[in-house]
């Protein structure tokens, strides 16, 4: 099911990347590319819970579906910590921890799926921990303003991202430990 409302909505995420992105290029004031940008992260993210309750509720839930929503994630994260690490808003550290966790959790997920043990390594509570964290943190350091004359998002955002790396490593480590008895069994 190629074009469905949930597989749709999950593209949007994909093409938000270069909008996003490119916010930070228009010759708009800082506080306003920054509003935008926080603005438009928040509703593309959105749409990742919004595309998967569709997909279960008007059943259109489907293999294509499952594999480019997580995609489609990762893609948005990734390109948004990229655009962080560049306004010296996001530690480079940081960055390389959750975008190096993304792809080896990606690439043992397939080789996974590969040998028939997908089950082993299926999301799993802190993944979307993680996850959730991380969906708090970025528009928080976009946004990198007050917030209601008392949030500091900079602050808190900084205080996420790094709650959200150490999730991150340990939620790695949790896959890697479920996938070893696999591993271990294929090496020999």
């Not at 997908?118 to 959730?132: I, P």
Request: glycine content about 4%; aromatic content about 12%; some cysteine.
């Amino acid at each position: 099911m190629f074009f469905t409302i949930p597989t749709i909505m999950t593209w949007t995420r994909i093409v938000a990347i270069p909008l996003i992105v490119g916010v930070f290029y228009l010759p708009l004031a800082a506080e306003t590319r920054n509003v935008v940008a926080t603005v438009m992260f928040i509703v593309f993210a959105w749409t990742d819970w919004l595309d998967g309750y569709l997909a279960r509720k008007l059943n259109q839930t489907s293999s294509f579906g499952a594999f480019l929503d997580p995609v489609a994630d990762k893609f948005l994260v990734c390109a948004s910590l990229l655009v962080l690490v560049h306004l010296q808003r996001a530690d480079v550290f940081v960055a390389l921890i959750i975008i190096g966790r993304e792809i080896a959790i990606s690439a043992l997920r397939e080789w996974m799926a590969k040998i028939g043990a997908s089950k082993s390594v299926a999301v799993h509570m802190l993944g979307k921990a993680k996850t959730t964290v991380q969906m708090v943190a970025i528009p928080f350091l976009l946004y990198d303003g007050v917030l209601f004359e008392m949030i500091d998002t900079r602050i808190w955002g900084t205080v996420l991202i790094w709650v959200a790396a150490v999730l991150t490593v340990w939620s790695m480590v949790y896959y890697l430990q479920k996938a070893l008895p696999e591993i271990r069994a294929r090496v020999k």
